[in-house]
C-alpha cells in the first residue's frame, strides 16, 4: 500500500511537472509572438519558426498564414496586391481596441520557406490559411481566394467566420479618387466654357452612343464584379511560371479575363455594325460587299473565341463553332 502511494505520488508528481513545462512553454511562445506582434503587424516566418509557433503544439491561439511568393524574380504581381490587401487587414487588428494574443497574422515566402510549401503540398501562391488553436485545419481553414478575391474586407469575414474574431477594416486615406474626379469635372468644365458659343456637339448622336456602349462593355464584361470581389488580375503558377488569364470556374474570374470579354464584345459590336452599314447605305455595290463580308468575318470569329471561353469556364457545354 505505502509503495502504490509512492508510485501515484511519483506520478501525480511527474504529470504536474509536464503541465508546468507546457504552460510555461505556451506563455514563451504567445509571448515571443506578442513582441513580434509589437514590431510588425505581419510576422515574417521561415520554415523552423513555421513548424514550432504553427505547427506544433501546445498553442491557444489563431494564426493566419499567407503563402506567397513576394521576390522580385517570382514575377507575381497577384502576390504584391494580396499582400497589400493583407496588410491592410492586420494593421487594422493590430491597431483596435479588441486586439489580444488569440490571433496573429503571419507570412510564409517560397524563398524562405520552400520547405513548408512542400510540406504542404503547395503548389500555387498566394494562399491564404488559418491554423486553428487545436486540430488540423480543414478544408473551410483555407481561403477560396479564386472565387472571393482578396480583398481585406473579404478576408476578415472570413477569418469572423473561422475564429469568431471580427475586424473592422480600416484602410489608410487614399485620394487619388478625389483627385481624378476633380481633374475630371474640371476638363469637363473647362471644355465647356471654351465652348460654350457652340455646344451642339453635346447633341450629336453618336458620341453619346459611343459613350453608352463603353458602358456596356464594362458592365457585361465583369468590371463591377471586379470592383466588388477584388479579383487578381492573372495567376502565376510558382512552381512552372505558366499564367492563366482565363479562371477555369464560372464562380470567379480575373481582371484579365474581363478585360478579353471587353475586347470580344467590342469586336463583336463592330460587325453587327458594319453589318448595318452594308445592308443601310447606298454607296458602290463592291465596297458595300468588302463591308458586309469584313463585319461577317468579325462577328463569326470573334464569336467563336468567346463561345470557346464560355466552354472553358462551364464544362460540359455541348456547343461550339469553330473554334474549341
Same mark, same amino acid.
Given at each position: 500500500?505505502?509503495? &502504490?502511494?509512492?508510485?501515484?505520488?511519483?506520478?501525480?508528481?511527474?504529470?504536474?511537472?509536464?503541465?508546468?513545462?507546457?504552460? #510555461?512553454?505556451? @506563455?514563451?511562445?504567445?509571448?515571443?509572438?506578442?513582441?513580434?506582434?509589437?514590431?510588425?503587424?505581419?510576422?515574417?516566418?521561415?520554415?523552423?519558426?513555421?513548424?514550432?509557433?504553427?505547427?506544433?503544439?501546445?498553442?491557444?491561439?489563431? $494564426?493566419?498564414?499567407?503563402?506567397?511568393?513576394?521576390?522580385?524574380?517570382?514575377?507575381?504581381?497577384?502576390?504584391?496586391?494580396?499582400?497589400?490587401?493583407?496588410?491592410?487587414?492586420?494593421?487594422?487588428?493590430?491597431?483596435?481596441?479588441?486586439?489580444?494574443?488569440?490571433?496573429?497574422?503571419?507570412?510564409?515566402?517560397?524563398?524562405?520557406?520552400?520547405?513548408?510549401?512542400?510540406?504542404?503540398?503547395?503548389?500555387?501562391?498566394?494562399?491564404?490559411?488559418?491554423?486553428?488553436?487545436?486540430?488540423?485545419?480543414?478544408?473551410?481553414?483555407?481561403?477560396?481566394?479564386?472565387?472571393?478575391?482578396?480583398? @481585406?474586407?473579404?478576408?476578415?469575414?472570413?477569418?469572423?467566420?473561422?475564429?469568431?474574431?471580427?475586424?473592422?477594416?480600416? =484602410?489608410?486615406?487614399?485620394?487619388?479618387?478625389?483627385?481624378?474626379? &476633380?481633374?475630371? $469635372?474640371?476638363?469637363?468644365?473647362?471644355?465647356?466654357?471654351?465652348?460654350?458659343?457652340?455646344?451642339?456637339?453635346?447633341?450629336?448622336?453618336?458620341?453619346?452612343?459611343?459613350a453608352a456602349l463603353c458602358v456596356v462593355f464594362a458592365m457585361t464584361?465583369?468590371?463591377?464584379?471586379?470592383?466588388?470581389?477584388?479579383?487578381?488580375? &492573372?495567376?502565376?503558377?510558382?512552381? #512552372?511560371?505558366?499564367?492563366?488569364?482565363?479562371?477555369?470556374?464560372?464562380? &470567379?474570374?480575373?481582371?484579365?479575363?474581363?478585360?478579353?470579354?471587353?475586347?470580344?464584345?467590342?469586336?463583336?459590336?463592330?460587325?453587327?455594325?458594319?453589318?448595318?452599314?452594308?445592308?443601310?447605305?447606298?454607296?458602290?455595290?463592291?465596297? =458595300?460587299?468588302?463591308?458586309?463580308? $469584313?463585319?461577317?468575318?468579325?462577328?463569326?470569329?470573334?464569336?467563336?473565341?468567346?463561345?470557346?471561353?464560355?466552354?472553358?469556364?462551364?464544362?460540359?457545354?455541348?456547343?461550339?463553332?469553330?473554334?474549341?
Amino acid at each position: 500500500m505505502i509503495a &502504490a502511494g509512492a508510485c501515484a505520488q511519483r506520478i501525480l508528481a511527474v504529470t504536474i511537472s509536464v503541465s508546468d513545462f507546457f504552460k #510555461n512553454l505556451l @506563455a514563451e511562445k504567445v509571448e515571443q509572438l506578442m513582441e513580434w506582434s509589437s514590431r510588425r503587424s505581419v510576422i515574417r516566418m521561415n520554415g523552423d519558426k513555421f513548424r514550432r509557433f504553427v505547427k506544433a503544439p501546445p498553442r491557444n491561439y489563431s $494564426v493566419i498564414v499567407m503563402f506567397t511568393a513576394l521576390q522580385p524574380q517570382r514575377q507575381c504581381s497577384v502576390c504584391r496586391q494580396a499582400n497589400e490587401e493583407y496588410q491592410v487587414l492586420a494593421n487594422s487588428w493590430r491597431y483596435s481596441s479588441a486586439f489580444s494574443n488569440k490571433l496573429f497574422f503571419t507570412i510564409v515566402d517560397y524563398d524562405e520557406g520552400a520547405d513548408v510549401f512542400q510540406q504542404l503540398n503547395m503548389n500555387s501562391a498566394p494562399t491564404f490559411m488559418h491554423f486553428p488553436p487545436k486540430g488540423k485545419p480543414k478544408r473551410a481553414d483555407t481561403f477560396d481566394l479564386q472565387r472571393i478575391g482578396f480583398a @481585406a474586407e473579404q478576408l476578415a469575414k472570413w477569418i469572423a467566420d473561422r475564429t469568431d474574431v471580427h475586424i473592422r477594416v480600416f =484602410r489608410p486615406p487614399n485620394y487619388s479618387g478625389t483627385i481624378a474626379l &476633380a481633374l475630371l $469635372v474640371s476638363l469637363v468644365g473647362g471644355l465647356l466654357y471654351l465652348r460654350r458659343n457652340n455646344l451642339e456637339f453635346i447633341y450629336n448622336k453618336t458620341g453619346w452612343a459611343m459613350a453608352a456602349l463603353c458602358v456596356v462593355f464594362a458592365m457585361t464584361s465583369g468590371q463591377m464584379w471586379n470592383h466588388i470581389r477584388g479579383p487578381p488580375y &492573372a495567376h502565376k503558377n510558382p512552381q #512552372n511560371g505558366q499564367v492563366s488569364y482565363i479562371h477555369g470556374s464560372s464562380q &470567379a474570374q480575373f481582371v484579365a479575363e474581363s478585360h478579353i470579354i471587353l475586347l470580344l464584345n467590342a469586336a463583336i459590336t463592330m460587325g453587327m455594325v458594319l453589318l448595318n452599314e452594308a445592308a443601310t447605305s447606298k454607296g458602290d455595290v463592291g465596297k =458595300r460587299r468588302i463591308i458586309c463580308l $469584313v463585319g461577317l468575318g468579325l462577328v463569326v470569329f470573334f464569336f467563336s473565341f468567346l463561345l470557346s471561353i464560355f466552354r472553358s469556364k462551364y464544362h460540359g457545354y455541348p456547343y461550339s463553332f469553330l473554334i474549341k
